[in-house]
DNA sequence: GCTTGACCTTTACGTCGCGTCAAGGTTTAT
DNA sequence: ATAAACCTTGACGCGACGTAAAGGTCAAGC
């Protein structure tokens, strides 16, 4: 249980460098010197060099993590769970960029254009995610803070906002849709503000929007089974097929 | 479309000094430079900006970037393809710091031990790699999920004329299924012909192929339900598990 | 016991991707 | 006409190490 540089290093993917730099600036001290100077650590050390490892990886600097970790109310707890959400947001973040990639193949693949907006989508929610770091630092002592949170979304603003809108109409189009199925007709009323729904939907993603495109995703809901399965579950036996016929109708106008 | 420092900056999430440093480094130079001497860019400029933030975003630096995007050979679709993997990559190192995470909580809360190695799983890449290999749940998410997302993108930009051949080589799939299941050996000519014809339709969806990641597809078909109810409905009963089959034996040669 | 090679030490300078002045010139709006 | 908001080119600074230099230590094998 006790380790050399080149062992600890090792053990957590950082260089002996790394550590004697953590050692120089007090941000890791070895829990004692050998008699030939060596630096040695111990099971204390590794937990503290876990911990420092979770701060780093979210971006945190280390002078920051020195006091965080050191702050005499430290809870590990409470910083585990601040983690995870923070991890969680950056899933998301991968997400958008993800997003972004995707609408460029699209967008490559079908030969349509861009909007230069559109483009940096993703990108700039990093800098929401660093601008909210940085106020992490100056609130430090009030982690979890309701006023904390609110700023958060004050700073997210349109972004979220509009992310709020798209899960908003993705509801209403599964619910619709659940309901509608073999009650109403697909070219009815009822099928067409589903399909207008699913336009507007689609526009999110699209830099511009034309019939034969949606109407080219809607067969794909009924020929691609991840799909369908997909639109089944969701809003029960028969929906994927129910969007195609109430969009091909919403086409035809 | 044309564009100063800060409108671009602005629009891309960057500083003017970046674009500065970027000119000076021969990174992205403005597409011309007016009488006062002001940076303008034009649209190549702000595609080439989205690429280099592309690369960016992954860590890779900005000498290896310019030399990425400026070789003869690059090719921006399989560039965006080879992106879009690194980015599900770290979506899936990103699940492994949360299990982390968790652990880590459960072990407070439990007041068990944690074991050394243990601490530092997820942040080490080569432990990351080490623990993929596993099957069975994990590998459902990890392909399963890769699937999804990639048949989103592509699909999307899909040609009138692929679309028809990825439609017939699904029916014919489930056709050849529904013929076989009970009569002929998966591991037969006719079972390899099928799974031969699996892989052509899964090469639609994904940038490259390999067996491990067909395989593991293919135990998700008779693992969720939703897949499974899926081609015994198509097929008859007996049919994802006919195909699994017959995928297990293909991919063993 | 001696050598070898893999470790360890400190000191010190280099690197990358900018942030941040400083000291000016230009454009746009009122 | 004047202010505000942009733009320019230097030049220095910084965080988190990498990397070399010059040397000390330790376990293993001959």
């Known amino acids: 249980m006790e380790y050399t540089v080149k062992q600890l290093g090792d053990l957590a993917g950082v260089s002996g460098r790394t550590l004697r730099y953590y050692d120089q600036i007090d941000l890791l001290k070895p829990a004692w010197v ?33 006091e965080l970790i050191d702050a005499p109310g430290f809870d590990e707890k409470q910083a585990l769970l601040r983690h995870r959400e923070r991890l969680l947001e950056r899933k998301r ?13 699209a967008a490559l693949e079908g030969g349509t254009a861009m909007s230069d907006k559109d483009r940096f989508m993703g990108f700039k929610e990093k800098l929401v995610r660093e601008n909210e770091e940085k106020y992490g630092q100056e609130a430090r002592e009030r982690w979890g ?16 906002e509009k992310y709020a809108e798209l899960e908003s109409l993705s509801r209403e189009i599964i619910e619709s849709l659940a309901a509608a199925v073999g009650k109403e007709d697909p070219a009815g009323a009822e099928g067409q503000r589903i ?26 809901y009924v020929a691609d089974e991840r799909f369908t ?9 028969g929906a994927a097929q129910f969007l195609r016929d109430a969009i091909a109708a919403y086409a035809k106008n």
Chains 1, 2 share one sequence.
Not at 94 to 103: C, F, I, K
Not at 195 to 220: I, N, Q
Not at 229 to 237: F, L, M, P
């Open 34 to 66: 050998s008699a030939a100077g060596y630096r040695m650590y111990g099971p204390k050390e590794v937990k503290r060099l876990q911990q420092i490892l979770f701060f780093r990886e979210l971006g945190v600097d280390l002078e920051t993590i020195r």
């Open 93 to 105: 973040q991968l997400d958008l960029l993800l997003e972004n990639v995707e609408r460029t193949l």
């Open 145 to 160: 803070d309701a006023a904390f949170d609110a700023s958060n979304a004050k700073v997210l603003g349109l972004t979220e």
């Open 195 to 220: 399909a207008d729904l699913h336009r507007r939907w689609l526009c999110f993603f699209w830099p511009e929007y034309s019939k034969e495109a949606h109407l080219g995703v809607a067969e794909m």
């Open 229 to 237: 399965a997909y639109y089944d579950n969701q809003a029960g036996q």
